[in-house]
């Protein structure tokens, strides 16, 4: 069974969008390299086979635009001439930005782009010393050459796919009648009647061609024989002679297709090999088709595929189904418990827990073979930023230069994606605000070139990402001057406030310290997004930062958001959940050991003050009551400790996170809910909200008296939390 053919062109321009956005990708990455090195002949022969690859893909997709100004580009860089050298790395940038321009234009359907100016600075990147008004001379082309430019590469692309699918393609050769007085017109109507056995896939001279040809030389599509398509070119006082050959692809060419061609189109044409096999018989003389090396050609391989491209929403599916088993599993382990309980003697409670075992092994490897599957590279992330550094450096007047570590860290796809925005925010503002000028830097004795380091790597379950500068660091008495004249604190509450929790102010919407709003800075928007976006992923971000030496900005984010091992605890009879990696140690305590300081209270741990975040209500402290004893968990929040203050400890769990109706509660306190084994539903907090609530509220008095969670208990009570999940049969629904 064949694929209909606008199933396949419709498949096939899904994989060139993911392949080009590589290949402009890669193409911003040379560039920046010749700049660095002009000289470099590699890095020019690696630009112009990235453009010949970009050219040749976008023109078997139909994408004519972009086929011929790649094409144009690729022939300016095929002539090598060392006086355009140093201006190659600006257009093959710009280059870059327009075909990415191009590329959103195609995907979204919408009007492609002009591109005058860049076709007009390319052709005077041929001849720099061309006058101003003058017209270059053209290249001279052999005759070979021009015979395999009769058709322009989008024909030649035509024919070969034409091939691919089983057509049967002549080559037409009419010779005209020299005493003919309309040539052009006699085009025309040799173009008309070939039309009539087939469709012209190219034909030369092309029409509305005002060349006067001796000659016309077409491809037809076409199952007549070569005796009717000759009959049907003798034209009286027109065409004297026609010769027609059957058209099969060159075999040489099949060695050097282009990646996607080659690869990803052999994927598509998979379903059917016995049609991709066309050639001529072997008594019949066939003319081979020049220049068609990106083409899906009858001679392509249809090898095996290592890399197999498929849609993140599948393996979404696939993750959501495994948390549906997890859950399966903890219900099923639950009921073998109780089982256990019920029968203690029982033969069959010990083979329910070998099945139990073996299925908790299996279920187990699949979770995190299919969590492997969305993991990738921060490298497909990090690449973009060398290009994002020098237009902004350059917009500074800086000298700045990018060294990135770790690319091979692997993180989760959704998170990635997720964490580009945040990363650019703290790259322009470490090149707009950290790093000086270069008077600036000599004057402080440092090399006027500026250093900004971008490195990840994995600690326990978290992928730590840094972005560091070598720049003036922060000053965080001008951060407490700007946050008291924009209103942001008291000027009273600005001396109580550390150094790690003044530096925290530059996340805080609307702060800025630039003394004058310009493209890059000024109107208090960037910093906060990162806050904002960390929290979503219950990530964190820390700061670092020295007086002349630099500043590091550190966001730690989990691997996944799908699945967490989480400690479950009771707060006002109530289950909870906190991700496990969050808690470093757990400590037991008395209200006698618990003191006030101005109006939070700390605990003495061994050397340390750790300041208490109480989630539920003070007990009453009647002089005849007993002593309580309570739980308390230390936490990890950036450089700083803090524990939470819970009643009652309920064991470790791997959670399945569940998304909340926001209908039915709307706090920020909880990021999510999941399901245990015997039905309860835990509630997920969110550790970055309970400090930020606590470390804003704590100087009044209501946060001695009521806990942090027992108004959301209090809510929770009247109206249970719905969220959505598929029940035993399959249908969505659950309550909280």
């Not at 400690?567 to 006030?596: C, G, K, M, S, W």
Request: proline share 5%.
């Amino acid at each position: 069974m064949s694929v209909p053919p606008e199933d396949r062109m419709s498949e096939l321009r899904e994989l060139f969008f993911e392949s080009a956005e590589e290949l402009v990708q890669k193409l911003n990455d040379e560039a920046l390299h010749l700049e660095k090195s002009p000289g470099d002949a590699e890095a020019s022969r690696s630009l112009r086979r990235t453009v010949h690859t970009l050219k040749g893909d976008s023109a078997a997709c139909g994408f004519r635009e972009l086929s011929e100004l790649a094409h144009e580009f690729e022939d300016v860089l095929a002539l090598e001439n060392p006086a355009a050298a140093s201006a190659v790395p600006e257009i093959a940038l710009r280059a870059a930005d327009v075909f990415a321009t191009l590329l959103e234009a195609y995907r979204k359907k919408q009007q492609v782009p002009d591109t005058k100016s860049l076709r007009h600075d390319i052709a005077r990147l041929a001849h720099p010393d061309t006058a101003p008004g003058t017209t270059a001379k053209p290249r001279t082309k052999s005759k070979s050459a021009r015979h395999t430019a009769r058709w322009s590469e989008y024909e030649q692309l035509a024919i070969a796919r034409a091939l691919s699918d089983g057509t049967r393609v002549q080559h037409v050769i009419v010779q005209l009648d020299p005493q003919c007085a309309m040539p052009i017109a006699a085009r025309q109507m040799l173009n008309l009647a070939l039309s009539s056995l087939g469709e012209v896939l190219a034909i030369y001279p092309p029409e509305g061609s005002s060349e006067l040809a001796t000659q016309i030389e077409a491809a037809l599509a076409s199952t007549s024989s070569a005796e009717q398509i000759r009959n049907k070119c003798k034209i009286p006082t027109i065409a004297v002679n026609a010769k027609v050959t059957p058209l099969r692809a060159k075999p040489s060419d099949a060695g050097v297709l282009s990646p996607l061609t080659s690869k990803s189109m052999s994927s598509v044409s998979s379903s059917e090999p016995n049609e991709a096999q066309v050639s001529p018989s072997a008594t019949t003389p066939a003319h081979e088709v020049h220049g068609l090396v990106e083409a899906p050609a009858a001679s392509i391989s249809l090898g095996s595929e290592n890399i197999l491209r498929v849609d993140a929403e599948r393996i979404d599916n696939v993750l959501n189904l495994v948390g549906e088993l997890i859950l399966a599993k903890s219900m099923l382990q639950q009921t073998v418990i109780e089982f256990g309980e019920r029968f203690p003697k029982d033969a069959l409670r010990g083979r329910f827990s070998d099945a139990m075992a073996f299925q908790a092994r299996v279920l187990n490897d699949l979770q995190r073979s299919v969590m492997k599957i969305r993991m990738v590279p921060v490298d497909q992330l990090f690449r973009r930023f060398p290009r994002t550094v020098r237009d902004v450096a350059r917009q500074c007047g800086k000298e700045v230069e990018l060294v990135i570590r770790g690319g091979d860290t692997d993180l989760d796809k959704g998170i990635l994606d997720t964490i580009a925005e945040p990363l650019t925010h703290l790259l322009r503002n470490a090149i707009g605000h950290g790093i000086e000028t270069g008077a600036e830097r000599t004057a402080a004795s440092k090399p006027p070139q500026g250093t900004l380091r971008l490195s990840a790597y994995h600690q326990g379950n978290q992928v730590v990402i840094e972005v560091s500068d070598d720049g003036a660091g922060i000053d965080v008495e001008k951060i407490r001057r700007r946050a008291i004249t924009q209103g942001i604190l008291k000027a009273e509450d600005a001396t109580r406030l550390s150094e790690t929790e003044t530096m925290e102010l530059i996340f805080r919407p609307g702060f800025s310290t630039a003394a004058e709003i310009t493209e890059l800075s000024g109107r208090g928007i960037g910093l906060d997004v990162v806050q904002s976006v960390l929290s979503r992923l219950k990530g964190t971000v820390q700061i670092e930062t020295q007086a002349g030496r630099g500043t590091t900005f550190r966001l730690r984010l989990p691997l996944t958001l799908a699945i967490i091992r989480a400690l479950l605890f009771r707060v006002e009879q109530r289950l909870y959940a906190l991700p496990l990696n969050a808690v470093a140690e757990i400590t037991r305590t008395t209200d006698a050991e618990i003191h006030e300081v101005e109006h939070y209270e700390v605990l003495q741990l061994r050397k340390d003050v750790l300041p208490l975040l109480r989630l539920g209500a003070i007990p009453d402290r009647g002089p005849e009551s007993s002593p309580r004893k309570a739980f308390v968990l230390v936490i990890n929040h950036g450089d700083r400790k803090f524990g939470l203050i819970v009643e009652e400890l309920a064991g470790e769990e791997e959670l399945v996170i569940k998304a909340l109706d926001d209908q039915s509660i709307t706090t920020d306190l909880v990021s999510g809910a999941s399901i245990l084994g015997d039905g309860r539903v835990v509630l997920i907090l969110n550790l970055i909200a309970l400090v930020d609530r606590f470390t804003r509220a704590r100087s009044a008095d209501s946060t001695r008296t009521t806990g942090l969670l027992s108004g959301l208990n209090s809510v929770l009570r009247a109206h249970p939390p719905q969220f959505q999940r598929p029940d035993a049969h399959g249908m969505a629904g659950g309550q909280a």
